[in-house]
């Protein structure tokens, strides 16, 4: 059996790296190495790139750069996976690695030199292909995908409530639109608005917490268990980015039930489908309005629908191991 050298920094509970690490191990021996910069996991790296038949990481980003280098290093085929902070491209808010001194010229070099290339996102695929002069053959668009089965309405009751998930640091604020968030909030104190993410900076909670109104509640890391029963008691899902990659976290909630109620940006309209109602980002007024509409008339079978169709995860298993095949033949 080939071995595959899966590589990344993201948390190894992630749902993605989850079902990509799962997809691998159907056909491949997987050696796991979630980098963290210390000397122990630089040796397991190195262990794991000379045995491996194929390296297959997550972004362009300096993980990612260690990866291929390895890959180079031992002539080995390679498979990155694209589309988030590091090909990203949000001037207003100087959001992506294109904006970082230096960092800014490894996904190029990543881009370039991995044998295949996986976007999670025709936006994100279409960003690669005009930004970075990559050949189109290599660059293949295969999206998340979901377990209808893992995530379901239930029997909880949908409540007259508003819900967004993403951590709390002084980037993300306005990068998720959380300022958005709670203003909107403030235009609408009947309704109950829960933020639920991690707190990564004290600074950034403080500076959110002190701009939100009575109805908005801060719940800080939930387990996947608690947050997907927040996901089936919300009536509305908020994804008010400057950009997405994809909007994993919102699809969740589709599946949940929950209606969306999202901006325009990036790949969140491939996700959320003529299903939404949109808002212009950062736009507080138009987001409490559509915000009022999705309450009244919320439209979570047809959101749940759309993931179960669009998005199954057999899609995503059978485009990963087709772009693996074709890198080791």
Not at 223 to 230: F, V, Y
Request: aromatic share 10%; glycine share 6%.
């Amino acid at each position: 059996m080939k071995r595959i050298l899966y590589l990344y920094r993201d948390s190894p509970f992630a749902r993605f790296i989850q079902d990509d690490r799962a997809i691998l191990s159907t056909r491949y021996q997987v050696d796991d190495v979630h980098m963290q910069g210390d000397l122990q996991t630089f040796r397991r790296l190195l262990v794991a790139a000379a045995r491996a038949d194929l390296v297959y990481f997550w972004w362009g980003d300096l993980t990612g750069t260690a990866g291929l280098a390895l890959a180079q290093l031992f002539r080995k085929p390679s498979v990155m996976i694209t589309g988030g902070y590091d090909v990203a491209d949000v001037p207003s808010i100087r959001y992506g690695l294109r904006y970082h001194p230096w960092r800014k010229y490894l996904p190029q070099l990543n881009l370039h030199f991995a044998t295949e290339i996986i976007a999670n996102a025709e936006f994100s695929r279409a960003q690669v292909l005009r930004d970075f002069g990559v050949p189109p053959e290599k660059v293949h668009f295969i999206p998340h995908g979901l377990d209808p089965n893992a995530i379901t309405p239930g029997d909880t009751p949908k409540e007259r409530r508003v819900l967004t998930c993403s951590l709390v640091t002084e980037e993300y604020i306005p990068y998720k639109g959380l300022d958005t968030f709670v203003r909107a909030a403030a235009l609408l104190p009947d309704v109950p608005f829960i933020h639920t993410g991690p707190h990564k900076e004290a600074k950034a909670i403080a500076r959110l917490k002190a701009m939100a109104p009575p109805n908005v509640e801060f719940r800080g890391f939930l387990s996947e268990a608690e947050l997907i029963e927040e996901m089936r008691r919300a009536t509305v899902y908020c994804q008010l980015s400057a950009h997405e990659g994809f909007g994993l976290a919102l699809a969740e909630a589709m599946l949940a039930g929950a209606t969306p109620v999202v901006t325009k940006e990036a790949a969140i309209p491939e996700v959320a489908g003529p299903v939404a109602e949109y808002v212009r980002y950062g736009d507080a007024e138009g987001t409490a309005q559509a915000l009022r509409r999705a309450l009244d008339a919320p439209r979570g079978e047809a959101a749940r629908a759309r993931i179960v169709n669009e998005f199954p995860l057999t899609r995503r298993a059978q485009g990963v191991l087709q772009v693996v095949e074709r890198c080791l033949a």
